[in-house]
């Protein structure tokens, strides 16, 4: 069973990259903030020993984990990505027909809205 790890170019700083591992299945199973594509390699366990535990898990009777180069041509990234974009579309139905839609609210107290007013 293969674990697909690739970066992206994001974060806070110039450089940084963010880290995704996807399993072929489309379960994401992991993300990290990284300075460069070198040291995500390393945080996403391609060449370091971080995530391991957490893709065991996943695939306890073995995994293999793939580097992804380019994730717009890479056939396997591809697919899984595909399996999970429609896993979240399944999800967010079976939700919707339990009425258990998440909802968020932010409520700030007049007192508190006028200090932030002031000049």
Not at 34 to 42: A, D, E, M, V
Not at 76 to 99: H, I, V
């Amino acid at each position: 069973m293969k674990v697909y790890l690739a970066c992206f170019e994001g974060g806070m700083e110039p450089g940084d990259v963010i880290g995704y591992a996807l399993a072929e299945d489309g379960t994401a199973l992991a993300s990290h903030l990284s300075s460069g594509k070198f040291w995500s390699k390393h945080d996403m366990g391609l060449t370091g020993d971080w995530k391991h535990d957490t893709y065991a898990k996943h695939y306890p009777d073995g995994y293999e984990l793939e580097w992804v180069g380019d994730p717009e041509t890479h056939k396997g990234w591809l697919a899984a990505f595909k399996l999970n974009k429609a896993k979240s579309e399944e999800e967010t139905k079976a939700d919707a027909a339990k009425g258990s839609h998440f909802k968020a609210s932010i409520t700030v107290s007049e007192e508190k809205e006028k200090e932030n007013v002031k000049t």
